[in-house]
Structure formats: structure tokens, C-alpha cells
């Protein structure tokens, strides 16, 4: 038996997409201008969402850019544009992103990140400063700080009453 070569026109009339086998969709597609079926062309307009939630979020670094994306999110879904599930999990995501947000600003406050590398000369002088004077530690209230020396520090293990 031989096999039949595909129409043309019952082809171009049939949704345009593929599956990952290569093989046509067969219902007819339904929009001229966009040459899906019903069931694909919601799946194509459920996937371009990404630029309607991250047009004004501020790459998820400010609370506003949370707030902006999550009510994106709710045009999305009382438009029906996006699945209740998949707008459960990025809103569960963006409680994700505004809980680390507190996290993030201290690390900024605190901490300063070098994107370039050190020199080997400023590296060198770095060390050889936190060894000349080493960082004052803190003393828990109620206790006495250690001595400075070898020395006072055998004169009071000697003067020291036993328990």
C-alpha cells in the first residue's frame, strides 16, 4: 500500500503546530491569523506571559516589583490568560522572593561584593595588617577580657583561686 501524500489545502487549514515527533496537529485551526487550533493558541497566549509579569518588577529586588508582578499575575488570571496553578506557584514564589528581600538588605548594609579581582600587592598588605592588630573582640557582660600578653596571661592562671 502506498503511502498518501499530505493535501495542501486539508494541511494549511489544519493547526500549524507540532509535536516534538514532528507530526501535525489534526484539529482545524480555528484563527486564520494565528493558524492554531482553539486548545494550541490558548497554550501560545498562556506562554508569552513573561513580559506582562516582569515589565515593572524591578527584577524582583524592591517590594514594588513584587507587588507590580502579583498584580499582573491577577490580571492574567481573571482574564482567564493563565492556569490557576501555574498562578499559585508564582505567587508562591513571590512570597519566596519578598521574604529574602530583608535578607538581601542586610547582606547590602553589611557586606561589600567585589566583582573585580584583588591584586596580589593589596591582597598581601591586607593580611599583613589584620596580623598587626587584630580585630578587638567583644566581651561577654560579667567576663574579663584575656590578657594581652604570654605573661599576664601566666601571671593570672597563677593568681587564679581554684573552684
Known amino acids: 500500500m502506498q503511502a498518501q501524500s499530505p493535501n495542501t489545502v486539508t494541511s494549511t487549514a489544519r493547526c500549524q503546530h507540532r509535536t516534538a515527533a514532528g507530526r501535525q496537529c489534526r484539529s482545524l485551526a480555528s484563527d486564520p491569523s494565528s493558524q492554531l487550533c482553539p486548545h494550541h493558541a490558548a497554550t501560545a497566549r498562556e506562554q508569552d506571559f513573561r513580559e506582562v509579569l516582569t515589565r515593572d518588577a524591578f527584577d524582583f529586588q524592591r517590594p514594588q516589583g513584587v507587588n507590580n508582578s502579583l498584580g499582573a499575575l ?3 488570571l481573571a482574564e482567564g490568560r493563565i492556569s490557576p496553578r501555574r498562578a499559585s ?31 596580589a600587592e593589596t591582597e598581601e598588605q591586607a593580611v599583613a595588617e589584620s596580623a598587626a592588630s587584630p580585630a578587638p573582640q567583644p566581651v561577654a557582660p560579667g567576663k574579663e577580657p584575656l590578657p594581652k600578653t604570654a605573661e599576664e596571661f601566666a601571671a593570672a592562671g597563677l593568681n587564679r583561686k581554684p573552684n
Request: charged share 25%; net charge negative; hydrophobic share 30%.
Open 74 to 76: 491577577y490580571n492574567l
Open 89 to 119: 506557584v508564582l505567587a508562591h514564589i513571590s512570597s519566596l522572593l519578598l521574604r529574602t528581600l530583608p535578607a538581601i538588605d542586610y547582606d547590602n548594609e553589611h557586606y561589600t561584593y567585589d566583582d573585580d579581582e584583588p591584586d
